[in-house]
């Protein structure tokens, strides 16, 4: 007879999701700030550097966290979304929080969030969201652990995200692009001015430094927002193309290797094992943040070191090579910007003479800017649909994928495990031809595809 009790781990996360979820935003910090005061300032238990931008957050973020890891530091990391397990999200030393861990400080903090849930009720306001009580939760983790660095990966936005209620040294921005619209506003400079948020000091008494800010490869309207944002605060910036630089990047095996400029020194032949030349620019971003917490003009950070920190990194669901014969590559592309990295990654990283695109897409995003650089690399689509609220459905996105594809290399399956057997089917047809799949459209789709794989880990 199986045992059918639900865990610990699965009632802490229910009584999680019982709350607002993650796109009901609340415009405001208090509510979080409130629920750290009152456990103790757990906010501000250890330095913080903090990582905004649209895409390639969590992958500098894990970057940063493996660089710090090897200069003998026990860092904690807050990153969204999980692939498999809410624990990914509140990671100590490079692994999630083991669940045991996750359902005891849950329960610690618990009577607080209602404490706090209770006096928001009082003035007439929504209780804490999911992700408000979830960023309590990780900082509640680290003081716990505890920790000598919070890396803190930015939910959305960065003005009024819960993680803000932290005092950041070092400010690190991904590229900003356009994503989630309806919350941060239509253009780049928006976009920009609102994740520029993130340099306020949230109180008067903060024993952090005015922060640093080190800017990662922009197009020019973000920059030029975010140039003025800077200068507004009086905070200093460390770019890209400027401070700091990518020299020489080239193919390896299972990586790449690269070597950059840094503000304080050159960092020669390191080796990143992830695909992209996408990711040489967002490990160029994390040596050159972990460069300006650590190092000095005097100081700089060692090569060796560095290195070393780098080979560990992993970034799951991110141009991840699942198995071989055929090859799958799972990659989390959602937005026209992520699609472009995707297409050139695959071009870069692999000699396929054709490749088939297995998708499933939200039906809040840009399905057409995505599409359009699908279509560029990949011969035919196999639609479906993502398991979320959110998703688009299968016909809708059938009819999307033919405005670009010809009818007969669009087909439509209403589940993902179909559409995989489907792709590898149409790449096996022809063993003359080197036929790749690339599995793509959410980290939705990303994680049931590597469940469906026979991987359910995101270390």
């Known amino acids: 007879?199986?045992?059918?009790?639900?865990?610990?781990?699965?009632?802490?996360?229910?009584?999680?999701?019982?709350?607002?979820?993650?796109?009901?935003?609340?415009?405001?910090?208090?509510?979080?700030?409130?629920?750290?005061?009152?456990?103790?300032d757990i906010h501000r238990a250890a330095p913080v550097i903090m990582i905004a931008g649209t895409n390639g957050k969590t992958s500098t973020a894990r970057m940063v966290d493996v660089l710090l890891s090897a200069h003998d530091l026990r860092v904690g990391r807050f990153s969204s979304p999980h692939l498999h397990s809410v624990t990914e999200r509140i990671s100590v030393d490079s692994a999630p929080v083991p669940d045991d861990d996750f359902v005891r400080v849950f329960a610690e903090i618990r009577p607080f969030l209602d404490m706090v849930d209770a006096e928001l009720a009082g003035d007439g306001r929504p209780p804490l969201t999911y992700f408000e009580a979830l960023t309590v939760l990780a900082f509640a983790v680290f003081a716990d652990a505890p920790v000598d660095v919070y890396v803190l990966e930015v939910g959305m936005g960065g003005q009024w995200d819960s993680t803000n209620v932290a005092d950041a040294e070092v400010c690190g921005f991904t590229h900003i692009s356009l994503d989630h619209q309806a919350f941060l506003g239509d253009t780049l400079t928006d976009i920009a001015a609102t994740k520029a948020g993130i340099l306020d000091r949230t109180q008067d008494d903060t024993p952090a430094p005015t922060p640093v800010a080190v800017i990662g490869n922009q197009d020019d309207e973000a920059a030029e927002e975010l140039e003025s944002q800077l200068a507004g605060r009086g905070v200093t910036g460390r770019w890209f193309g400027r401070e700091f630089e990518v020299l020489e990047a080239k193919q390896a095996v299972d990586g790449q290797l690269f070597s950059m400029r840094g503000a304080y020194d050159v960092y020669s032949d390191l080796f990143l094992p992830l695909l992209g030349r996408h990711q040489i620019d967002n490990a160029a971003l994390a040596v050159a943040i972990v460069e300006q917490f650590l190092g000095t003009e005097d100081k700089p950070l060692n090569t060796d070191t560095i290195g070393t920190g780098l080979s560990t990194v992993t970034s799951p669901g991110r141009m991840e090579v699942m198995r071989s014969d055929p090859t799958i590559v799972v990659d989390g592309a959602h937005n026209p910007d992520a699609a472009i990295a995707l297409r050139e990654a695959l071009a870069d990283s692999f000699d396929f003479s054709d490749v088939v695109a297995v998708v499933a897409v939200y039906e809040d995003k840009d399905v057409h800017g995505v599409l359009e650089h699908l279509y560029r690399t990949a011969g035919r689509v196999v639609v479906s649909q993502a398991q979320s609220p959110r998703a688009l459905s299968s016909q809708k996105l059938a009819e999307a994928a033919e405005e670009w594809w010809d009818p007969d290399d669009v087909i439509r399956t209403d589940n993902l495990n179909d559409a995989l057997m489907r792709a590898v089917d149409l790449a096996l047809e022809d063993p003359e031809r080197r036929t790749g799949i690339v599995v793509t459209g959410s980290l939705s789709t990303v994680a049931e595809a590597r469940t469906l794989l026979g991987r359910k880990d995101a270390q």
């Not at 639900?6 to 709350?19: F, I, M, V």
């Not at 009901?24 to 103790?40: F, K, M, N, V, Y």
């Open 1 to 40: 007879m199986t045992n059918t009790e639900p865990t610990g781990l699965q009632l802490a996360e229910a009584a999680l999701q019982a709350r607002a979820g993650e796109t009901e935003i609340e415009l405001r910090l208090d509510a979080t700030l409130r629920a750290c005061e009152l456990l103790g």
